[in-house]
C-alpha cells in the first residue's frame, strides 16, 4: 500500500436531520486516481467537499497527509479543487485566472509569470494566456481551471464532476488527458462522478456510494466483475439475475441450483457475502454467448428463445427468455463481420460458465 | 472552545444575521419604530403643543364620527380601488405583448421605455395632467378643434375623475412588471399544450395562460393600491375641494393643525382599512384559485 | 389584421399616454407665454435664461444635490449588505426581516414622512437636510435591494469557493472577485437611487424644516402662475437629465449581468 494521504475516520455530516455521511471510514494513498462514485444525493459531493475544507463533519476525523484538518479552513488545506461549472474567473484574462491562486506567494513577479506559462503548455492552453476567460469553450475552461489548481502544487487535487458539462467526444477526450495529468504530476486526485464508465475509465480505485455510506471499494475491475451487493451490480453495467438455490457447501465454495441454467459450482470469490438458501445469480451481458448451428459451448450451455433484439451496430443486444424462467436475460454479441443477426422467436442455445457468475442475497 | 467558537463564525445563519443587522437595525430604528410610535401616539391625548401621556380612543372616535373625515377616507378607497382596476386592467394586455410578441432581445428596450416616466419628476408630471385636462387644456383645445364639442368640457379637473386619470397614469408601470415577470415565468410549452389538446387561443388563455400570471396580477393590484391611497401630491394639485385624499387631511392635522394623535389616528385608520381590504383580496383570489383546480 | 399587430397598435397608444406629460414639457418650456394653455405664443428661451440667477432655486438645487448623493451612497451600502445576505445565505426571520427592510416599497410614502416626523421631533431633532437624508435612505434602500439581488443571484456561487480554496480569504475573496462582478449593479443602484431621491417630495415636505429641496421648490412655485413656465424649463432639463441617468443605469445593469454571464431577465424590478 502506497503512503496514505488521506485518512477518513467514521466522518458523519449531519445538515439539520438529513443524515448526509453516515460514517465514511478509508484511506486514500498518494498518487492514487480515486473515484467518488455514486447516484444524486449519495453523498459524494459532500465527502468530497468536506475534504476540500467547505463543509465541516459533524463527527469523525480527516487527515491529510497525517495532520488532522479539524479547524483548519479550505484556504490553508494543501487541497485544490476543480469545480463542476469550473468557477472561471469571468473578469480576469486566462493568465490572471491561472495565476490567480500566487497572489501571496513570495516568488518575484518573473518567476509567477514563468509558472503560469508552465502550466497553461501543460494543460494544452499555450498562447491563450491574454484571452478574456469567459470567451473560452468548455473543454478550455476545464483545462484553465486544472493549471489553475494544479500552479498552487497540492498534495490532492480534487475534481467535482469535472467532465459532466461536457459533450461525448470532449468527454472521453478529456478522460484521456485527466489520466496523462495525473502521471505527469503524481499528485492523489479525487474524483467525483455518477458515470460509471468514466469512473472504470480513469481511476486506481472506485468507491462506490449509496444513501452516505461506501458500499464497495475496490479496484475497477474488481468492482465490475465482483460486485458485493446487487446494488453496486445494478448500478456499474448491466447485470442479469437469476432465482436461485444454495444445494450445499464444499471444501472450496457452493452448489447451487440456477433457475434456466441449472447446477453449478461456485468459488468462494464469487459469493463475497455467503448467502445461503434461497439467492439470485448475477452475471454480466458479454459473458453469454449465442451459439450458432453447429457451434459447441466450451462449458455449459442452456436453451432458450429470442424474444428481443436490439441492434447498435457494433453489437446487438438480444432478450433471451431461457427454458423454465419468467423473465428474459440480457446478453451482448459483437457484430463480426459474418455473423448473422437473429430475428426474434428463434430459438437457440445460450453458452455460459460457472465461473461469470456472482451469488447475491 | 476556539475551534467552537470558528465553527460560529463559519456558520450560515450567524453570517447572514452578521450581514443583514445594519440595514435591518436601520429599518427597526427608522421604520419599525416611528411606525409603532405612530401607532402609539394615535391612542395618546392631544394637549396643543404638547402630547399628552393620556390614553383614549378619542381620536378614533372624533376621526370616524366627522363627516369630512369619513367622506374623505371613503373616497380614498374608492380612488385606490378605481386607479388599481384601471391600472392593471390597462397593463395586462402591455405585459401580455411584451412577453408573448416582442422579440426576446427587445424585451429591455420596452421595460425600459415603460420604467422611465415612472422615475422623472413626478411632480411636473401630475402639474402637466392639470395642463392637458384644464379648461384650456390639450384635450379641451383639441377636442373643440376636431368640433367634437361646443365647449370645453369641466368635468374632467379638479375632481375624483381627475385624481383618477393622473394616478392611473402615475402607477402604470407598477402594474406592468410584476404582470410582466409572471407572464415571463409560463413556460410556453404549457400554451402549445393547452393548444394541441384541442383549446382555442382564447380558452388557452382562459384556462392556462390568466391562471398562471395570476400571482403578478395580484403583486400588481397590490403594489398599486397601497401606496395610491397614501398620494397626497395628486389630489392637492389635480383633485380641487372635492378631491381631497386621505393623505391631504393627514398633512392638514399634522404640520398645519399640529395635531399629531388626529393625524396619527387617521393615518392608522386607513393603513388597517388598506390591509385588510388586501387581505380580504388575497384570501378571496386563493379561494379562486382553489376553486378552478 | 393579427392579433400580435393589435397588441402593439395597445402598446404602443399605451406608450403615447405614458409619455403625454413629458412632451408637452419642452413645448411650454419654450411658449412665450405665462399661461400654461393652448394656443402656444411664440418661442422663448427666457424660461431658461431666467432660473440662473434664482438664489432660492440655486439653493434647492444644491441641497437637493447633497440629499441625492448621501442617499444614493448610504441606501447602496446598505443595498449591499442586505442582497448579499439574502441571496447567499439563509438565517432564521430572513423573510421577516428582508420584508421590513422592502416595506417601503409599497408603503404610501406619507406615512413614512409622518411617522418619521413624529419620532424626529419627539427625541427634539432639529429638521434639516440630514432628515430628508434619513427618510430618503429608508425609500431608496429597498430599490437599491432589488437591483443588487439581481447582479448577487447571478454570481456563481462557486466563484467564491474557488477563490477561497486558491488561499484567499473571505475579506480578500470580496474585494477581488465579488465586488468587481458585482460593480455594474452597485453603479446602477447608485444612479437609481439618485434619481429617486432627487425627485422625492412627500419625505422633503415633511422633514426638510426650512430647507427647500428641488421637487419642495417646485411644489411651491406652482401657486404662483407667473412662476410655472420657468418651472417647465427646469423640469424638461430635470427629465433629461434623469433619462440619461436612468439610461447609464440600464447600461450598467446589463452589462454586469452579461459579465458575470448571467441571462437578463429585463427591468429594474
Wanted: charged share 15%; net charge neutral; glycine share 8%.
Amino acid at each position: 500500500m502506497k503512503r496514505p494521504i488521506i485518512e477518513l475516520e467514521n466522518v458523519q455530516k449531519y445538515y439539520g436531520d438529513y443524515h448526509a455521511l453516515r460514517g465514511i471510514t478509508t484511506t486514500i494513498g498518494e498518487g492514487e486516481f480515486f473515484s467518488l462514485l455514486g447516484p444524486s444525493g449519495c453523498g459524494k459531493t459532500t465527502l468530497l467537499r468536506t475534504i476540500a475544507g467547505f463543509e465541516d463533519p459533524s463527527s469523525g476525523v480527516l487527515k491529510i497527509d497525517g495532520k488532522d484538518m479539524d479547524g483548519v479552513p479550505a484556504n490553508v488545506r494543501p487541497t485544490n479543487m476543480v469545480f463542476q461549472s469550473y468557477a472561471i474567473f469571468p473578469h480576469l484574462t486566462v493568465e490572471e485566472n491561472v495565476g490567480f491562486g500566487l497572489r501571496r506567494d513570495p516568488r518575484s513577479a518573473a518567476d509567477k509569470a514563468r509558472a503560469v506559462q508552465e502550466h497553461l503548455e501543460m494543460v494544452g492552453l499555450k498562447g491563450y494566456g491574454k484571452r478574456a476567460a469567459h470567451a473560452l469553450s468548455g473543454g478550455q475552461r476545464q483545462r484553465v481551471a486544472l493549471a489553475r489548481a494544479l500552479i498552487l502544487k497540492p498534495k490532492v487535487l480534487l475534481l467535482d464532476e469535472p467532465l459532466s458539462a461536457l459533450d461525448k467526444k470532449m468527454r472521453e477526450q478529456m478522460q484521456v488527458e485527466l489520466i496523462r495529468l495525473q502521471r505527469q504530476v503524481g499528485i492523489t486526485f479525487i474524483l467525483v462522478t455518477h458515470d460509471q464508465e468514466e469512473a472504470l475509465v480513469m481511476s486506481d480505485r472506485i468507491a462506490v456510494m449509496f444513501e452516505g455510506q461506501i458500499a464497495q471499494l475496490d479496484d475497477p475491475e474488481t468492482l465490475y466483475r465482483l460486485p458485493k451487493s446487487r446494488q453496486v451490480a445494478d448500478f456499474i453495467g448491466t447485470m442479469n439475475f437469476l432465482p436461485a438455490q444454495v444445494l450445499s457447501e464444499t471444501p472450496d465454495g457452493f452448489e447451487v441450483e440456477v433457475a434456466g441454467l441449472g447446477r453449478a459450482a461456485l468459488t468462494a470469490r464469487q459469493a463475497p457475502g455467503r448467502p445461503t438458501g434461497d439467492v439470485a445469480v448475477g452475471f454480466r451481458p458479454e459473458t453469454l454467448t449465442i451459439l450458432y448451428e453447429g457451434q459447441q459451448a466450451a462449458d455449459r450451455e442452456s436453451p432458450g428463445i429470442v424474444e428481443e433484439v436490439v441492434y447498435y451496430g457494433d453489437m446487438t443486444y438480444y432478450d433471451v427468455k431461457l427454458d423454465g424462467v419468467a423473465a428474459p436475460v440480457r446478453l451482448s454479441m459483437r457484430n463480426v463481420f459474418g455473423r448473422p443477426v437473429l430475428d426474434r422467436g428463434t430459438r437457440t442455445r445460450v453458452a455460459w460458465a460457472p465461473g461469470a457468475l456472482v451469488l447475491f442475497r | 472552545m476556539a475551534n467552537r467558537l470558528h465553527r460560529l463564525g463559519r456558520s450560515e445563519a450567524a453570517n447572514g444575521l452578521v450581514l443583514v443587522s445594519p440595514p435591518a437595525i436601520f429599518a427597526v430604528l427608522l421604520l419599525a419604530a416611528p411606525l409603532g410610535l405612530l401607532f402609539l401616539y394615535s391612542f395618546l391625548t392631544d394637549g396643543y403643543l404638547t402630547i399628552l401621556w393620556e390614553f383614549t380612543f378619542q381620536n378614533y372616535r372624533d376621526a370616524w364620527s366627522d363627516p369630512l373625515v369619513r367622506t374623505v377616507m371613503l373616497r380614498s378607497l374608492g380612488v385606490s380601488m378605481m386607479v388599481t382596476a384601471i391600472t392593471v386592467l390597462l397593463a395586462f394586455p402591455v405585459a401580455y405583448f411584451v412577453s408573448f410578441h416582442v422579440r426576446p432581445d427587445r424585451k429591455s428596450l420596452w421595460l425600459f421605455l415603460i420604467t422611465i416616466p415612472f422615475w422623472t419628476s413626478y411632480l411636473i408630471r401630475v402639474f402637466l395632467w392639470k395642463v392637458i385636462l384644464g379648461y384650456n387644456g390639450v384635450l379641451n383645445s383639441g377636442l373643440l378643434g376636431l368640433g367634437l364639442i361646443d365647449e370645453p368640457l369641466t368635468f374632467i379637473l379638479y375632481n375624483v375623475n381627475a385624481v383618477v386619470i393622473t394616478l392611473a397614469h402615475a402607477y402604470a408601470p407598477f402594474a406592468i412588471l410584476p404582470i410582466f415577470v409572471a407572464l415571463e415565468k409560463i413556460d410556453r410549452s404549457l400554451l402549445e399544450a393547452g393548444r394541441d389538446l384541442g383549446e382555442s387561443d382564447l380558452m388557452t388563455f382562459w384556462r392556462v395562460t390568466l391562471p398562471l400570471s395570476m400571482s403578478g396580477v395580484v403583486a400588481a393590484v397590490l403594489i398599486v393600491f397601497i401606496p395610491t391611497i397614501g398620494d397626497y401630491v395628486t389630489p392637492q394639485l389635480v383633485g380641487g375641494p372635492e378631491g381631497r385624499m386621505v393623505a391631504n387631511i393627514i398633512h392638514l392635522q399634522y404640520l398645519r393643525l399640529d395635531n399629531y394623535p388626529a393625524g396619527s389616528a387617521i393615518a392608522v385608520s386607513a393603513m388597517v382599512m388598506v390591509t385588510a381590504i388586501s387581505l380580504l383580496f388575497l384570501f378571496l383570489n386563493r379561494r379562486f384559485l382553489r376553486g378552478r383546480k | 389584421m393579427t392579433a400580435a399587430r393589435w397588441f402593439k397598435m395597445y402598446a404602443l397608444g399605451y406608450l403615447v399616454f405614458l409619455y403625454a406629460p413629458i412632451l408637452l414639457l419642452p413645448i411650454f418650456a419654450f411658449n412665450d407665454g405665462t399661461i400654461i394653455a393652448f394656443p402656444l405664443q411664440g418661442f422663448t428661451t427666457k424660461w431658461f435664461s431666467q432660473m440662473f440667477g434664482n438664489a432660492t432655486l440655486a439653493l434647492a438645487v444644491k441641497n437637493s444635490l447633497i440629499i441625492a448623493v448621501s442617499s444614493a451612497v448610504l441606501a447602496t451600502c446598505l443595498g449591499v449588505f442586505a442582497a448579499r445576505a439574502a441571496t447567499r445565505y439563509t438565517f432564521p426571520g430572513k423573510g421577516g426581516i428582508i420584508g421590513l427592510i422592502m416595506l417601503p416599497l409599497v408603503l404610501p410614502e406619507i406615512i413614512v414622512a409622518v411617522s418619521l416626523l413624529g419620532v424626529l421631533l419627539g427625541l427634539g431633532v432639529s429638521l434639516g437636510i440630514w432628515t430628508v437624508i434619513l427618510g430618503h435612505v429608508l425609500i431608496c434602500t429597498p430599490y437599491a435591494i432589488a437591483i443588487l439581488n439581481s447582479a448577487f443571484q447571478s454570481l456563481d456561487r462557486s466563484l467564491e469557493e474557488a477563490a477561497y480554496d486558491l488561499g484567499e480569504s473571505r475579506l480578500s475573496t470580496f474585494r477581488l472577485i465579488i465586488l468587481p462582478l458585482v460593480a455594474p449593479g452597485i453603479v446602477s443602484s447608485l444612479l437609481i437611487s439618485f434619481t429617486i431621491s432627487l425627485d422625492e417630495f412627500i419625505i422633503a415636505f415633511f422633514l426638510a424644516g426650512t430647507e427647500p429641496t428641488l421637487p419642495v421648490y417646485i411644489f411651491s412655485q406652482f401657486r404662483f402662475p407667473q412662476a410655472v413656465p420657468a418651472i417647465m424649463a427646469l423640469g424638461t432639463i430635470l427629465v433629461l437629465l434623469s433619462i440619461m441617468l436612468l439610461a447609464i443605469a440600464e447600461y450598467f445593469r446589463r452589462r454586469g449581468i452579461a459579465k458575470s454571464g448571467g441571462k437578463d431577465t429585463g427591468g429594474f424590478l
